[in-house]
């Protein structure tokens, strides 16, 4: 038998030793005790830990805890930037709760990984407004699980509808699912992939071989824009497509041209995002730029694209509460950032973080972004681009977050109670990160916004 024990017992014992950390304050008669005065100045964001005096600094001048409630939340905040081996160093302490940690992690994170419902490599991740994650696999299927991780599709996931080597994946504002397929049978799109529609219990609404009008070929990503159109972004003939939604009086009919839009430095599109202006901004990685269109399909970027900024194979895009695009670079290991002109607002890009190959991006209510890095196995945090150190790691410098199960972690989706959903390629997972954002109102039509 397998010595190794299940992932999710990490979580239990970074629980347990959290625990342990703040018994060690709690069960002395003072609040003023040295024990106490050691876990408020190691839980702030900064704080620095000494291991030769095996005491924290906190930076100068920050508001330090006052309580172990204080202290708790303010990890919960900081989970990458707060003292983590002081308050290891604590846990150990107080030998209250069990089993607990043997060694300091790297971060105090706390997630669970979760199996079944068809999970088969999953790609794109998507919430419904009921707290649902939906997950797209490359292995022809889409797999429901509830808000707890629950399996709800069956074991062999939701199948059917020209589902085929699925990508990105979209709800819709009547909770229907909306599926990018890179292939189709021969009979279907002359095998050049389609869209699949499911309703908010799985069932096919697309027919057999999915919608495919309107220059669908070999189609990324998807997403949904505020009038309920449907936006394909086209890796095979580096076009958009535009379908009517499930609102509309045909679902799935094309509102664009039979070859697709074109323009604005389309090259190869990998993702796409559409800001609050019903605006759609797409991350080409066959020319390192950024194109972005009117609600209208008119290209607002040149017919080279938005370039700069550091672009390098950019492979996931998102847009925040200002407007301004946040982008991974798979092959840059690096995150860029521009305004909602198409300007860099930094001429070179984003690094550290844990970042490695980031294949996934997500804005939460707060206006951090949090990376995926498919090689990396993490999850990387940045500081809102409104922060005074707007864009600042705020992951671990070399790992990154590390949680339960990840294993070329894809994509990822953060719920109303900002918890972050990944689905892991690598092996058939999906990681919950427990409360970790800023809550963000779904489904995600526009940018995000709190609930």
């Known amino acids: 038998l397998s010595k190794t024990p299940p992932v999710n017992c990490i979580a239990v014992e970074r629980l347990s030793s959290l625990g342990n950390a703040l018994a060690a304050c709690d069960r002395v008669p003072a609040a003023g005790s040295q024990q106490c005065a050691a876990l408020f100045g190691c839980a702030v964001s900064g704080a620095s830990f000494d291991a030769g005096t095996a005491q924290c600094t906190p930076p ?16 919960a ?71 707890s991780g629950a399996a709800i599709s069956l074991g062999t996931g939701y199948t059917g509808g020209g589902l085929q080597e699925s990508f990105g994946i979209a709800i819709d504002g009547s909770g229907n699912a909306w599926v990018a397929n890179e292939q189709s049978g021969g009979g279907v799109n002359s095998g050049l992939g389609s869209v699949t529609e499911l309703s908010s219990t799985g069932a096919v609404l697309s027919g057999t071989g999915g919608y495919f009008a309107g220059g669908v070929d070999f189609p990324e990503a998807v997403a949904i824009d505020k009038s309920g159109h449907v936006w394909i972004a086209n890796y095979g003939n580096s076009t958009l497509s535009e379908l009517q939604g499930s609102s509309g009086t045909s679902p799935g009919a094309a509102l664009s041209p039979a070859s697709g839009d074109t323009g604005g430095g389309l090259s190869f599109p990998q993702a796409i995002a559409i800001d609050d202006g019903g605006n759609v901004w797409v991350a080409n990685t066959g020319a390192n730029q950024l194109s972005e269109f009117s609600s209208t399909a008119q290209a607002l970027s040149p017919s080279g694209g938005y370039s700069g900024g550091g672009l390098n194979v950019p ?91 990840l294993a070329q972690p894809f994509s990822a989706a953060i719920d109303s109670s900002g918890n972050i959903w990944i689905a892991n390629f690598g092996n058939n997972s999906v990681t919950e990160f427990i409360g970790i954002a800023a809550p963000v109102r779904t489904p995600l039509i526009g940018t995000p916004q709190s609930p």
Request: glycine share 16%; no cysteine; charged share 10%.
């Open 60 to 75: 100068k001048g920050a508001a330090l805890p006052e309580n172990t409630l204080q202290a708790v939340l303010a990890i």
């Open 77 to 147: 905040r900081n989970p990458g930037t707060s003292a983590i081996e002081g308050i290891y160093q604590l846990s150990t302490a107080s030998a209250v709760f069990s089993p607990a940690l043997t060694s300091s992690p790297t971060d105090w994170t706390l997630s669970l990984n979760f199996i079944g419902g068809g999970l088969g490599e999953p790609t794109g991740t998507a919430i419904d407004g009921s707290g649902n994650i939906w997950v797209a696999n490359y292995n022809n299927a889409v797999t429901e699980l509830s808000p």
């Open 315 to 405: 492979q996931a895009i998102a847009i925040d509460q200002n407007g301004d695009v946040w982008v991974a670079n798979f092959f840059g290991d690096s995150v860029s950032v521009f305004n909602g002109s198409g300007a860099p607002l930094k001429t070179t890009a984003i690094s550290g973080g844990g970042l490695q190959a980031p294949g996934g991006i997500a804005i939460d209510g707060a206006g951090n972004a949090w990376v995926t890095n498919f090689r990396g196995a993490s999850l990387s945090e940045f500081a809102s681009l409104g922060a005074n150190a707007g864009g600042a790691p705020l992951s671990p410098a070399t790992s990154g977050f590390t949680g339960a199960g």
